[in-house]
C-alpha cells in the first residue's frame, strides 16, 4: 500500500480517544518471570542467552535463545488438564494466572459473563500447526493422527483454554497481527470496552520458542543483517475503563492513551514509511493530548536489521527529538514477534512498578513490520509502592 505525502498528512480531526486502564500484569520473558526479571534485565542492559540445544530433535539454527527452558506449565497450573497443552497455550495460560493474581479486579458470578480475553499472536504455535500437518501425511489416517492435538493447531487454543479455566463468560478473541499484534489488542480491547460489550479483559500476546520460529528469526535477521537472538514468551494485562477504575476508587497501574496504526510502503523502499510512522506517532501524540516535550521514554522495536531500525530511529527523531529515553525490550527478549510489542508495554510498567520517581511519566511505544505496518502508543504509568510484586 503506499501512501502520498498529501494522504500522510491528511489525518482525521482528533477526538478524544477512551482511556483503557492497566490494574494487573502478568509476564513471561527470556529475561525470567515476572516484572522484576525484566526490569532487571532492562537496568543491567543485557539478559543472557539459554542453551537451547537439548530442547528439541529438530535441528536449531543457533545453540542460543532468550527462551524458558525448564520452564514447565505443570510447575504453575499443576498436571491435571495441561497434559496436551502445548507451549505457546502453556506460557499464555500461566501469562493469564499471574495477570488476574496480580489485579485488584474481582471475579466472580456476578460479573464473569462481562470479562473476556483478547490475545495477540503471529500465527499461533507454529510448531503444532507442523506437527500435526506431517502427522497426516506421514501416519496412517485417521487412527494413528492423535486428535488430543489437534486443538493446539487452531491460533485460539490459548485465549480458549485460559477462558475455560479461569471461567471467564466474556468476548473471547484471538488476533493474528504480527509485530502489530499487542497494538492490535489495545485498539480491539478499547473498543470492547467503549461500546460496552465487555467491563474487563485479559489482553496481550504470547508467543513459543521452536525450531520453526528459531529459523524465522534466522532467516530475517540475517537476510537484513542483524544478529538478534529468538525469544519467546508472553505478558498478559487486565484492562478496564480507566473512568470505571477511578470512579471505584482504584488506582491504575498505568493508563493507555492513545493508540494509532497504518500501512505503508515497507521500510528501505522510500521515505514513505518514515513519513508514514512520523504521522502516526504524531497523531497518536495529539489524540492523546501530550505534548512531545512531556515524553520521557520511547519503548522501541530495535530489532538490529538496519533497515528497520534506521526507520524507526528517523520516526522517533522527528516527532520527540532526541531528549526521550530509549528502551531497546528487544535486548533483554530476543525477537519474540507478537509477544515483542506486549513485553515493550510490559517494560514501561514493570520500570514503574519499581521507580515511583517516575509517578505519571508518559512514555510511547513505536513498531514496525516488515509489510509496512507501524504503529504508537502513548501511555501513562504509575507506581504500586504499597505493594510488592514479582
Given at each position: 500500500?503506499?501512501a502520498?505525502?498529501?494522504e500522510?498528512?491528511?489525518?482525521?480531526?482528533?477526538?478524544t480517544?477512551?482511556v483503557?486502564?492497566?490494574?494487573?500484569?502478568?509476564v513471561?520473558?527470556?529475561?525470567?518471570?515476572?516484572?522484576?526479571?525484566?526490569?532487571?534485565?532492562?537496568?543491567a542492559?543485557?539478559s543472557?542467552?539459554?542453551?537451547?540445544?537439548?530442547?528439541?530433535?529438530d535441528?536449531?539454527?543457533?545453540?542460543d535463545?532468550?527462551?524458558?527452558?525448564d520452564?514447565?506449565?505443570?510447575?504453575?497450573?499443576?498436571?491435571?488438564?495441561?497434559?496436551?497443552f502445548?507451549?505457546?497455550?502453556?506460557?499464555?495460560?500461566?501469562?493469564?494466572?499471574?495477570?488476574l493474581?496480580?489485579?485488584?479486579?474481582e471475579?466472580?458470578?456476578?460479573n464473569?459473563?462481562?470479562?473476556?480475553?483478547t490475545?495477540?499472536?503471529?500465527a499461533?504455535?507454529?510448531?503444532?500447526?507442523?506437527?500435526?500437518?506431517?502427522d497426516?501425511?506421514?501416519?496412517?489416517?485417521p487412527?494413528l493422527?492423535?486428535?488430543?492435538?489437534?486443538?493446539?493447531?487452531?491460533?485460539?487454543c490459548?485465549?480458549?483454554?485460559?477462558?475455560?479455566?479461569?471461567?471467564l463468560?466474556?468476548?473471547?478473541a484471538?488476533?493474528?497481527?504480527g509485530?502489530?499484534a499487542?497494538?492490535?489488542v489495545l485498539?480491539?480491547s478499547?473498543?470492547l470496552?467503549?461500546?460496552?460489550?465487555?467491563?474487563?479483559?485479559?489482553?496481550?500476546?504470547?508467543?513459543?520458542?521452536?525450531?520453526?520460529?528459531?529459523?524465522?528469526?534466522?532467516?530475517?535477521?540475517?537476510t537484513?543483517g542483524?544478529?538478534?537472538?529468538?525469544?519467546?514468551?508472553?505478558?498478559?494485562?487486565?484492562?478496564?475503563?480507566?473512568?470505571a477504575?477511578r470512579?471505584?476508587?482504584?488506582?491504575?497501574?498505568?493508563?493507555?492513551?492513545?493508540?494509532?496504526?497504518?500501512?505503508?510502503d515497507?521500510p528501505?523502499?522510500?521515505?514513505?514509511?518514515?513519513a508514514?510512522?512520523?504521522?502516526?506517532l504524531?497523531r497518536?501524540?495529539?489524540?492523546a493530548?501530550?505534548e512531545?516535550s512531556q515524553?520521557?521514554?520511547?519503548?522501541?522495536?530495535?530489532?538490529?536489521?538496519?533497515r528497520?531500525?534506521d526507520?524507526?530511529?528517523?520516526?522517533?527523531?522527528a516527532?520527540?527529538?532526541?531528549?526521550?529515553?530509549?528502551?531497546r525490550?528487544?535486548?533483554?527478549?530476543?525477537?519474540?514477534?507478537?509477544?515483542?510489542?506486549?513485553?515493550?508495554?510490559?517494560?514501561?510498567?514493570?520500570?514503574?512498578?519499581a521507580?515511583?520517581?517516575r509517578?505519571?511519566?508518559?512514555?510511547?511505544?513505536?513498531?514496525?513490520?516488515g509489510?509496512?505496518?507501524a504503529?504508537?502508543a502513548?501511555v501513562?504509568?504509575?507506581?504500586r509502592?504499597?505493594?510488592?510484586?514479582g
Amino acid at each position: 500500500m503506499t501512501a502520498t505525502a498529501a494522504e500522510l498528512s491528511a489525518t482525521t480531526p482528533p477526538t478524544t480517544p477512551a482511556v483503557l486502564a492497566i490494574t494487573g500484569l502478568g509476564v513471561l520473558s527470556g529475561a525470567g518471570i515476572g516484572t522484576e526479571a525484566l526490569v532487571g534485565a532492562l537496568t543491567a542492559g543485557r539478559s543472557a542467552t539459554a542453551d537451547v540445544s537439548g530442547m528439541f530433535e529438530d535441528p536449531l539454527p543457533r545453540p542460543d535463545a532468550h527462551a524458558l527452558v525448564d520452564f514447565k506449565v505443570r510447575d504453575f497450573l499443576g498436571r491435571k488438564g495441561t497434559s496436551f497443552f502445548d507451549r505457546s497455550t502453556s506460557l499464555g495460560m500461566v501469562a493469564c494466572q499471574a495477570a488476574l493474581a496480580d489485579t485488584g479486579l474481582e471475579v466472580g458470578d456476578g460479573n464473569r459473563a462481562r470479562i473476556g480475553i483478547t490475545l495477540g499472536t503471529t500465527a499461533g504455535s507454529a510448531k503444532s500447526t507442523s506437527d500435526y500437518s506431517r502427522d497426516t501425511f506421514v501416519q496412517d489416517r485417521p487412527y494413528l493422527v492423535n486428535p488430543l492435538l489437534f486443538p493446539n493447531a487452531v491460533m485460539n487454543c490459548a485465549a480458549g483454554q485460559a477462558a475455560i479455566r479461569y471461567g471467564l463468560q466474556g468476548v473471547n478473541a484471538t488476533i493474528a497481527g504480527g509485530p502489530l499484534a499487542m497494538l492490535n489488542v489495545l485498539r480491539y480491547s478499547r473498543n470492547l470496552i467503549s461500546c460496552g460489550y465487555a467491563d474487563a479483559l485479559l489482553a496481550g500476546c504470547v508467543e513459543e520458542f521452536s525450531p520453526q520460529s528459531a529459523w524465522a528469526v534466522h532467516y530475517a535477521q540475517s537476510t537484513d543483517g542483524g544478529e538478534l537472538p529468538p525469544g519467546e514468551g508472553a505478558a498478559v494485562f487486565v484492562v478496564e475503563s480507566a473512568e470505571a477504575v477511578r470512579a471505584a476508587g482504584r488506582r491504575p497501574d498505568a493508563e493507555v492513551l492513545a493508540v494509532e496504526t497504518g500501512v505503508y510502503d515497507p521500510p528501505g523502499t522510500d521515505g514513505t514509511f518514515v513519513a508514514g510512522l512520523t504521522a502516526c506517532l504524531a497523531r497518536a501524540l495529539e489524540r492523546a493530548g501530550v505534548e512531545p516535550s512531556q515524553v520521557s521514554a520511547v519503548a522501541t522495536a530495535t530489532s538490529g536489521m538496519p533497515r528497520y531500525d534506521d526507520a524507526e530511529d528517523a520516526a522517533v527523531a522527528a516527532v520527540l527529538g532526541a531528549g526521550p529515553e530509549r528502551l531497546r525490550v528487544k535486548d533483554v527478549t530476543g525477537e519474540a514477534f507478537s509477544a515483542s510489542g506486549a513485553f515493550q508495554l510490559g517494560a514501561l510498567i514493570a520500570r514503574h512498578r519499581a521507580e515511583p520517581a517516575r509517578d505519571g511519566d508518559i512514555s510511547v511505544i513505536t513498531t514496525l513490520g516488515g509489510d509496512g505496518a507501524a504503529g504508537a502508543a502513548v501511555v501513562r504509568g504509575w507506581s504500586r509502592a504499597d505493594r510488592h510484586h514479582g
